[in-house]
């Protein structure tokens, strides 16, 4: 007996539109398009949209450094350890030589402080004209002082292969001045392009005091310091036991490392001085107590304009402005550095009484001003106008207050009070943000008297149940669901006596839509894919089923019709007519002519092709209907009506009845 063989049929053979590789890189196509639009959208979304409402949390300890450094990065370090040698030998009695050059020690005398003339004859200086260039490093030591008095003229520390020139107090004093009409110019120098110093990565030129006195006036400073605070530019550096001191007054520092580097100083006083474009922070100060800035102003900083940390107590910052830092304009970071016992012996009491008075500050990357971990600040009369971030208090401390300033960010809430800040008060002031006005997180802040203008959102939010304090009377206006929006459980805020008048309010998906204008986009890409997907691939199923039964039933009617002549007749054939007998001719007539009846056509098997392979023309093959697939699946595939019916998503009522029909044939 012959047979087909049991296989299933090719993508062709059974009408398949496209192949399965062809589908899949379709597939992968559209994907990738999704994706890519996607990201797009991302990327366009995180730009347009304001940034988000909930403050900053408290930062986490610094991760340590990963990474190799650049060759110049080691070659600056490497230099400043030689530094520290150097100054150790000089001081210590040695010579001080570096890769063959000495260092000058300036020895006590009786007859006063040293000067230019003095350097220039120990050979550590030479002059042309009004140029002075200082040849060789200068040690100036305990109860030694210098006094470089040279108004109009021109001071240059001139760097070599073997290191650059410098002036350092160990325990001296250095004074550097010229006059108001003609100040004095230091520069870093390059003798070999005989051009200022731009390249830090061989060192420049620097000034520094450590447990001495420093005093610069009416001077300017340009191209100084590398790599470290110390050799920075202009340092003043101490011990906690030996704390140097310093006076800084009409001084332009222009391209330095770090503008003004103190550490470990008491009662530093800088005023009238201008920082512009240092290459980290204009002004920073490491322990150092006291200090006191006025009418200075810092621009264009790599890093912050003016930087407090390690517990630099009682500093004041009056007047002046600080503008278009990379990171934040002010930044006071009280932080102790410890929180218990460690081998250092550090304090693990925050830093206390920053005054904050008539500054301007705008126009920085980060932000403006970031008050971290620092008890019993005062900002008043700050104006802060920024992108982000304008005012944040974070960190655990206590007793900050905000009175008659005038701060607004384009971009998210205004004041940000976060991170365990305790009894924060903002009074009499104007604040203006974009999303919110102030926003509190685990902090206690009371707002009172204060002017609050919103262009979307909220004029006070509390973002979580440990925000605590009091909203009383304030001036609201602005556009959002609630002007005071208290998350649930913050029972600890309460909101009375406030001028609401010029609040409108909206619907907060309203709200939500205007604050995601790409929001209808995503849908678009992505929703409504994802819910035609299900559709798809309901139709992928069925046609894989009807296709599965269709091939199943034309195999079982192909087995069956080979089999030979007993085969069993096709259910939808129709059985052939009984021949009508030709009536009998009259007597004398003649015979009539009766064509022959046609033979009815015979039924037609499935063609057979190579490999005994069915030809299939559709999802359902050679059958003309669902009626027929499924006549056909019960009768000779041996299919039940239940599996049929669900296949072809018909009652099964209706199958059976079809069935029925076909048995019981025409009536």
């Known amino acids: 007996m012959n047979t087909l063989p049991d296989h299933r049929l090719t993508p062709d053979e059974r009408g398949d539109p496209a192949s399965s590789r062809r589908t899949l890189v379709a597939f992968a196509a559209i994907v990738v398009v999704v994706v890519g639009a996607a990201v797009a959208i991302t990327a366009a979304s995180n730009e347009a949209k304001p940034s988000e409402q909930r403050p900053p949390a408290a930062a986490a300890s610094p991760a340590p450094v990963t990474g190799t450094p650049a060759p110049g990065d080691i070659a600056q370090a490497d230099l400043v350890d030689e530094e520290d040698r150097r100054l150790q030998s000089a001081v210590s009695g040695g010579t001080g030589r570096r890769g063959g050059v000495t260092t000058v020690v300036l020895e006590p005398r009786e007859v006063g402080a040293y000067g230019v003339d003095d350097l220039i004859a120990l050979g550590a200086a030479s002059r042309k004209g009004r140029t002075i260039t200082l040849r060789r490093p200068v040690v100036v030591p305990s109860g030694v002082s210098l006094r470089i008095h040279a108004p109009g003229a021109t001071l240059r520390l001139a760097g070599s292969a073997a290191g650059p020139a410098s002036v350092v107090s160990w325990g001296g004093s250095l004074t550097v001045s010229g006059t108001a009409a003609k100040p004095v110019r230091v520069i870093g120098w390059d003798r070999a392009t005989r051009a200022p110093d731009v390249d830090e990565t061989d060192g420049r030129g620097y000034l520094r005091v450590h447990s001495g006195r420093l005093a610069v006036k009416h001077a300017s400073l340009e191209h100084l310091g590398f790599w470290s605070g110390r050799t920075g530019g202009l340092a003043a550096t101490g011990t906690s036991f030996a704390p140097s001191k310093a006076q800084i007054v009409d001084v332009n520092i222009a391209a330095p490392h770090i503008g003004v580097y103190l550490a470990d100083t008491r009662k530093v006083a800088i005023s009238r001085t201008r920082v512009q474009d240092a290459d980290r922070d204009g002004i920073q100060l490491d322990r150092s107590t006291g200090a006191r800035i006025s009418d200075v102003t810092v621009a264009g900083s790599g890093l912050s304009g003016i930087r407090a940390r390690y517990r630099s107590d009682r500093l004041s910052l009056s007047g002046g402005s600080v503008t278009g830092s990379a990171a934040y304009g002010i930044v006071a970071d009280g932080r102790p550095r410890a929180t218990g016992p460690n081998p250092a012996g550090r304090s693990v009491v925050n830093a206390t009484g920053l005054t904050l008075t008539g500054t301007t500050v705008t126009g920085n990357r980060k932000g403006g001003v970031r008050i971290f971990g620092t008890n019993d600040a005062s900002v008043d009369g700050l104006k802060a106008d920024e992108d982000r971030a304008a005012l944040q208090v974070i960190g655990r401390s206590s007793g900050t207050s905000v009175r008659d300033s005038v701060i607004t960010s384009r971009r998210g809430a205004a004041i940000a009070v976060a991170g365990g800040a305790l009894r924060v008060t903002v009074v ?32 006070v939010q509390v973002t979580d149940r440990r925000g605590t304090g009091s909203a009383k009377g304030n001036t609201v206006s602005g556009a959002g669901p ?54 798809v691939v309901r139709r992928h199923r069925r046609h894989r089923d009807l296709r599965r039964l269709a091939e199943e039933t034309i195999i079982a009617m192909a087995r069956a019709r080979r089999q030979g002549p007993a085969e069993s007749p096709d259910p939808l054939a129709q059985p052939p007519r009984a021949e009508r007998p ?29 490999a005994n392979r069915i030809i299939t023309r559709g999802t359902m093959g050679q059958f003309r209907s669902a009626h027929d697939l499924a006549v056909h699946a019960v009768l ?6 239940h599996d049929v019916a669900r296949t072809l998503r018909v009652p099964v009522a209706v199958v059976t009845s079809w069935v029925d029909a076909s048995r019981s044939g025409p009536t």
């Open 428 to 459: 009499g002031s104007t604040v203006a943000g974009t999303t919110s006005g102030i926003t509190i997180a685990d902090a206690d802040v009371d707002v009172s008297g204060t002017a609050l203008t919103i262009a979307k959102g909220h004029a």
């Open 482 to 535: 609630h002007a005071f929006e208290l998350t649930d459980g913050a029972d600890g805020f309460t909101v009375s006596d406030n001028d609401a008048q010029r609040w409108r309010t909206t619907h907060p998906r309203i709200e939500w839509i205007e604050n995601n204008p790409f929001a209808l986009l995503w849908a678009l890409i992505l929703v409504v894919p994802a819910l035609g997907l299900r559709f």
């Open 636 to 641: 000779e595939g041996g299919k039940s009506p």
């Open 582 to 610: 030709a009536p009998a001719p009259s007597v004398g007539a003649p015979a009539a002519i009766v064509p022959a009846a046609p033979a009815p056509p015979a039924p037609q098997a499935p063609r057979l092709v190579e």
